[in-house]
């Protein structure tokens, strides 16, 4: 099962910052957060991701709270190709496989 | 350089039948790993691959099942189909190392009649 907890929709008006919340409250202290997003029937595209500290890239921010137990994605302006369904992950470093368990995501929608 | 290539974009196959799937991952990636995409339940995991060995297995029927090359293309194959086995595939592949992102295809649309 997933270990997130995410909305299952959003809605965000175009040229705003997208605040995207995760709930991971189980999170180990070797698990990193990543945020991937699936737009309508192509393959998910990796985001962002972070262990402790906030991340920045040239596609989102990712604040994850002090305790770890929940993290924010921010879209700093939002478009209407931002449109998307996006999930938050945590993934264990340090195993010697690679699976990733997705939950059911935010379906964002940027409104015009 | 070229992203996940994944073939055939599409695919219509008859119950019963079976049917092969392909993954060409980033050049130099060493890890590949394969998800199915239902509107009822989601990405699911199928299976990983690392260096022509599964690695990890999800919970799917032996029905499915696949295979990695030394150049680490992936195939999967899904024997005996099933109404129920349309679905997006999703191939990903990364560098098979510590906390690197993986990195997805388009996809395959099988859809089974």
């Known amino acids: 099962d997933a270990k997130t907890t995410q909305p299952p929709s959003m809605d965000c008006a175009e040229g705003r910052a997208a605040n995207l919340p995760c709930n991971h409250s189980?999170?180990?202290?070797?698990?990193?957060v990543y945020w991937y997003r699936q737009i309508h029937s192509q393959g998910p595209q990796y985001i962002i991701h972070?262990?402790?500290n906030n991340e920045t890239n040239e596609m989102a921010s990712l604040i994850i709270t002090e305790d770890r137990k929940s993290s924010t994605l921010i879209l700093p302006h939002a478009t209407l190709r931002d449109t998307a369904v996006y999930y938050c992950?945590?993934?264990?470093?340090?195993?010697?496989?690679?699976?990733?368990?997705f939950g059911k995501g935010t379906r964002l929608h940027i409104l015009p | 350089k070229a992203g996940v290539t994944q073939t055939p974009r599409y695919l219509i196959k008859t119950r019963g039948q079976q049917v092969t799937l392909s993954c060409s991952p980033i050049?130099?990636?060493?890890?590949v790993s394969w998800y199915q995409q239902t509107p009822g339940q989601g990405l699911q995991f199928l299976f990983e691959?690392?260096?022509?060995?599964?690695?990890n297995k999800g919970n799917f029927p032996g029905r499915f099942s696949g295979r990695q090359f030394s150049n680490s293309r992936s195939e999967m194959n899904v024997s005996t189909l099933e109404l129920g086995d349309s679905a997006l595939y999703l191939c990903?592949?990364?560098?098979?190392?510590?906390?690197?992102?993986?990195?997805f295809g388009q996809g395959t649309r099988l859809t089974v009649v």
């Open positions: 992950i945590v993934r264990v470093e340090g195993r010697r496989d690679d699976k990733i368990i």
């Open positions: 189980t999170i180990s202290g070797n698990e990193y």
């Open positions: 972070g262990l402790k």
């Open positions: 050049s130099g990636h060493r890890s």
């Open positions: 691959y690392f260096s022509e060995t599964q690695r």
């Open positions: 990903a592949s990364n560098l098979g190392q510590l906390n690197t992102e993986a990195f």
